[in-house]
């Protein structure tokens, strides 16, 4: 089905999208800032401080992601069933804060366990709300360029975060539980800018009187285009483990303690640079053509990663990896946002992140035990793997008319 712009709908520019949409923006931006200085920390903090094993990491990071998918179904269906997103994306950043401190704190593996789990249950909660209003906000035309933008300022957060974790180790003597603190400041900002200046737009009243019981049954009544998405969202998701293999590899290639950090801000450079335009371009000229590049992009990624004998060649990895991200995340998200009724698109973007989130677990348990086996390699040549699987079923999808994109 033809995915693109509608007649009559608002051009894709910034100019134009909703003030609502920054905000929400400038909430990811903080609250990535924060997380994404732990996460470039945290595995090393995990093996080199706590003695954990990559086989441990690999799951806690994978089962961390997978509490967050399943949370998002509930939350998601939630949100349809009361007509409100925003109380419950304050609830998911509001546990986000709560979950920082647990960081420094941690004197075990248990420790970081529970921060990451909180903190994952917090990114469930409001994952399919937020993403939900976001598509509230906008008008169809201006989809593509609203998850974008979103996309875009989060990864300028995430580029913050590692940058701010080179600096203060750099200035701390690499003190990691001293620069694990200061995650705490931009997570209690992004709370504050989501109560004060993100509002819901107003909703007409539903027919009928009384409001119908909470069930997930909704799930049901999603279209066949819409769990075509989600098959083709798995596949992807299988070819791309979590980043925290990207700060293995940069410390496995020799780069100090305090520079670890510097492969995500790499990749997120990447990923701020190009999301907006990715975003806009598919409401211009259809999503297909972007999704071919950005499994391209990971691809190379995943081989520049596997081959690299020099930290600049896995650096090179991450800018790709982060190209990919650009060339898909946001998109992914506006065809579901497509394909759902208005009435479930809470519960539509809850089911697909459930959906990916088990396979972000299954993806992030085999690249920690192919890492333990086979070694850096056996993990990044299985990714491009999986991305070249993932291409070829993007490949087999008809474009018109029954295509799941155009």
Request: aromatic share 8%; proline share 6%.
């Amino acid at each position: 089905m033809n995915t693109g712009p509608r007649a009559g709908s608002p051009p894709s520019s910034w100019r134009t999208l909703p003030r609502g949409i920054w905000s929400l923006g400038l909430v990811s931006l903080c609250m990535d800032a924060s997380s994404e200085l732990v996460h470039s920390l945290l595995p090393v903090f995990m093996t080199a401080v706590l003695g954990a094993s990559m086989i441990t990491v690999g799951l806690i990071e994978g089962v961390a992601e997978a509490i967050a998918a399943f949370t998002r179904v509930l939350s998601g269906a939630l949100s349809d069933h009361f007509r409100r997103r925003k109380a419950l994306v304050v609830l998911g950043y509001g546990l986000a804060l709560l979950a920082k401190p647990l960081f420094p704190m941690a004197t075990s593996v248990a420790w970081v366990s529970a921060g990451r789990f909180t903190d994952r249950i917090g990114k469930g909660i409001r994952g399919a709300p937020r993403d939900a209003l976001v598509a509230d906000l906008t008008a169809p035309g201006q989809r593509g360029a609203a998850y974008g933008l979103r996309q875009a300022l989060d990864s300028v957060g995430a580029l913050l975060g590692p940058l701010l974790a080179v600096l203060l180790m750099l200035a701390l003597a690499n003190d990691l539980r001293a620069v694990l603190w200061v995650a705490v400041a931009p997570a209690a900002i992004a709370v504050l800018v989501l109560l004060t200046m993100v509002h819901e737009p107003a909703r007409p009243p539903m027919p009928g009187s009384g409001r119908p019981p909470f069930t997930l049954a909704g799930a049901g009544h999603l279209p066949q285009r819409f769990w075509r998405i989600v098959l083709l969202g798995v596949v992807f998701t299988l070819a791309r483990f979590s980043e925290a293999f990207l700060v293995l590899r940069a410390q496995d290639l020799g780069v100090g303690l305090a520079f670890v950090p510097v492969i995500m801000i790499v990749m997120n450079l990447a990923y701020a640079t190009a999301a907006y335009p990715a975003g806009a371009a598919s409401d211009r000229i259809g999503r297909r053509r972007l999704l071919y590049a950005g499994m391209l992009a990971l691809v190379i990624a995943d081989l520049a990663l596997a081959f690299a004998v020099a930290p600049w060649q896995a650096y090179a990895g991450a800018a790709l990896w982060g190209l990919h991200m650009a060339l898909t995340q946001g998109l992914l998200a506006a065809l579901v946002a497509d394909a759902a009724p208005a009435a479930l698109r809470g519960t539509a973007f809850g089911v697909f992140n459930l959906m990916t989130g088990i396979a972000v677990l299954l993806a992030s348990v085999i690249a920690g035990l192919l890492w333990s086996t086979f070694g850096a390699a056996g993990t990044f040549l299985a990714g491009a793997a999986f991305a070249l699987l993932a291409t070829t079923g993007l490949l087999a999808q008809p474009a018109q008319p029954r295509g799941i994109i155009r």
